[in-house]
Each structure stands twice: as structure tokens, then as C-alpha cells.
């Protein structure tokens, strides 16, 4: 691993923060929102992601793969961190999840972990890219915090400055896994698309309109984007669950 990565696992052994409440709570209020199905299912769902993403990009090292929705509420950061989780915790890879919803950041609430600068503001002010990464625990999973401002963040689209920054991350993990903001909230998301290697459009069942969702993959294809392909979140299964089971 290279040093940005080795000097966060130096950090850790001295800073070894404790799993609070608030995880396993926001775990369970999240899945009460969402009604999203049971841990293993979930996890099942993921991991097929995982196969999926693999089998399109076989010959990508050190992949960013970057999770997207229309609107805001279609669970794109859910299904982002879960993929995230896996990736990390089931498959053992070095994942960085990067939070670049500016609107709504939520993922450091949900590892409980505290921050004083966003990456955003890391690129802006010029300061070394560790700074910016917070590892969870002892595990394989790292998180890059976005910073909670409204306020227009040009540097997202300059190359000169942005690149750099990922180009310094991207190589100290296998996984880089951006959640952002909903393409109709603000051009953040698009501005991110033609730096990743993949984008996932995640929709909600039976809300998100067909047409807004072609002219989703339109844009995100009109920018360069390399569309890997749309998960369905929140699906709701009006066939009882023993029909299910009979017919398989």
C-alpha cells in the first residue's frame, strides 16, 4: 500500500474508536425507512453487484465506480454504502467510500465519524489528500467526508485540481466508491462522471418516472460516462413471499 494508506493504518493504532449506539441504530432506522430487505438478502444483492461490476470491467485496477440517482429520496447513498460495506467486509477489498453529496452528507453520521473538512475543501485549500480519509475502525473500509455547504464547488469541475486528487487516492485502494448528488439537485454528480470508471444508476421502484430516467442515462452518456447498468431500489413485492417460493 502506498503512504497515504500506511500512514492511516499508523493513525489508527494510536486512535482505535469505539463501534457506538448510533451505528447499529442508524443500520436499523435506515432499513425501517427504506423497507429494505433482510441483511442477507441485501448482502446477496450486493455481492452480485460486486460479480456484475467485476465481469464488465475485468482488465480496471483499482476501480471507481460511481453510484447516482434522478431525484433526491431513491436510496442511491444506501445502496452505495452497502456496496461499499461488502466489498469491504465480505470480499476483504481496501474500499474508500467518497461521500459527494454536498446537500445531504451522511455516511460520517452513519460510522460515527467526526471531521472538520470535507474533501472538497481539502482540494480547494490545497491540503495533503489524507487528511481527507478517515478509516473505519480496524476494518478495510475508509471514508471520505463531503463538506455541508450549498454553496457552488467549482473544483469538482476543474480537472487541474481534481484529477490530481483522485489520481493520489485512487492508487491506495482497490475500490473507490463515490455516492452523489441526484443529477436533478445539482451538476456535481455529472461533473464526477467522466472520472470514474463506471457509473451505477440507482432508481426507485414504481415512483421514478421511465422518461426521467432516459434522459438520466442521456446525460450521464453525453458527458462520457460508461453507464454499467441501474439497480431497482425499494421494490415492493405484492406477490406474497410462499407464491414466490411454490413458483421457484
Same mark, same amino acid.
Given at each position: 500500500?502506498?503512504?497515504?494508506?500506511?500512514?492511516?493504518?499508523?493513525?489508527? #493504532?494510536?486512535?482505535?474508536?469505539?463501534?457506538?449506539?448510533?451505528? $447499529?441504530?442508524?443500520?436499523?432506522?435506515?432499513?425501517?425507512?427504506?423497507?429494505?430487505?433482510?441483511?442477507?438478502?441485501?448482502?446477496?444483492?450486493?455481492?452480485?453487484?460486486?460479480?456484475?461490476?467485476?465481469?464488465?470491467?475485468?482488465?480496471?485496477?483499482?476501480?471507481?465506480?460511481?453510484?447516482?440517482?434522478?431525484?433526491?429520496?431513491?436510496?442511491?447513498?444506501?445502496?452505495?454504502?452497502?456496496? $461499499?460495506?461488502?466489498?469491504?467486509?465480505?470480499?476483504?477489498?481496501?474500499?474508500? +467510500?467518497?461521500?459527494?453529496?454536498?446537500?445531504?452528507?451522511?455516511?460520517?453520521?452513519?460510522?460515527?465519524?467526526?471531521?472538520?473538512?470535507?474533501?472538497?475543501?481539502?482540494?480547494?485549500?490545497?491540503?495533503?489528500?489524507?487528511?481527507?480519509?478517515? @478509516?473505519?475502525?480496524?476494518?478495510?473500509?475508509?471514508?471520505?467526508?463531503?463538506?455541508?455547504?450549498? #454553496?457552488?464547488?467549482?473544483?469538482?469541475?476543474?480537472?487541474?485540481?481534481?484529477?490530481?486528487?483522485?489520481? $493520489?487516492?485512487?492508487?491506495?485502494?482497490? +475500490? /473507490?466508491?463515490?455516492?452523489?448528488?441526484?443529477?436533478?439537485?445539482?451538476?456535481?454528480?455529472?461533473? &464526477?462522471?467522466?472520472?470514474?470508471?463506471?457509473? &451505477?444508476? *440507482?432508481?426507485?421502484?414504481? #415512483?421514478?418516472?421511465?422518461? *426521467?430516467?432516459?434522459?438520466? #442515462?442521456?446525460?450521464? @452518456?453525453?458527458?462520457?460516462?460508461? /453507464?454499467?447498468?441501474?439497480? /431497482?431500489?425499494?421494490?415492493? !413485492?405484492?406477490?406474497?413471499?410462499?407464491? !414466490?417460493?411454490? /413458483?421457484?
Amino acid at each position: 500500500m502506498g503512504k497515504i494508506y500506511n500512514a492511516l493504518v499508523e493513525a489508527s #493504532k494510536t486512535r482505535k474508536p469505539e463501534r457506538s449506539d448510533t451505528f $447499529a441504530h442508524a443500520v436499523q432506522e435506515e432499513r425501517d425507512t427504506i423497507h429494505s430487505p433482510p441483511l442477507p438478502s441485501l448482502e446477496r444483492g450486493m455481492l452480485l453487484l460486486y460479480q456484475r461490476m467485476e465481469a464488465l470491467l475485468p482488465n480496471v485496477d483499482n476501480k471507481v465506480i460511481q453510484f447516482i440517482g434522478s431525484k433526491q429520496g431513491e436510496g442511491a447513498s444506501t445502496i452505495a454504502r452497502e456496496f $461499499a460495506k461488502t466489498a469491504a467486509f465480505s470480499i476483504g477489498k481496501q474500499v474508500l +467510500l467518497i461521500d459527494a453529496d454536498r446537500y445531504h452528507p451522511s455516511h460520517h453520521h452513519f460510522f460515527g465519524i467526526q471531521y472538520n473538512e470535507g474533501w472538497q475543501e481539502i482540494i480547494r485549500n490545497k491540503h495533503p489528500a489524507e487528511e481527507a480519509i478517515h @478509516r473505519f475502525e480496524d476494518s478495510n473500509l475508509f471514508l471520505c467526508p463531503s463538506s455541508n455547504t450549498t #454553496k457552488f464547488t467549482p473544483e469538482l469541475f476543474d480537472i487541474a485540481v481534481t484529477d490530481p486528487f483522485l489520481h $493520489a487516492i485512487r492508487q491506495q485502494f482497490d +475500490l /473507490l466508491v463515490i455516492d452523489s448528488t441526484p443529477i436533478t439537485k445539482s451538476p456535481d454528480g455529472l461533473g &464526477i462522471v467522466p472520472r470514474t470508471d463506471g457509473v &451505477i444508476l *440507482v432508481v426507485e421502484a414504481e #415512483k421514478t418516472k421511465w422518461t *426521467v430516467v432516459e434522459d438520466t #442515462k442521456q446525460q450521464i @452518456r453525453n458527458v462520457g460516462g460508461n /453507464l454499467l447498468g441501474m439497480v /431497482l431500489n425499494k421494490r415492493n !413485492y405484492h406477490i406474497p413471499n410462499f407464491i !414466490y417460493r411454490f /413458483l421457484g
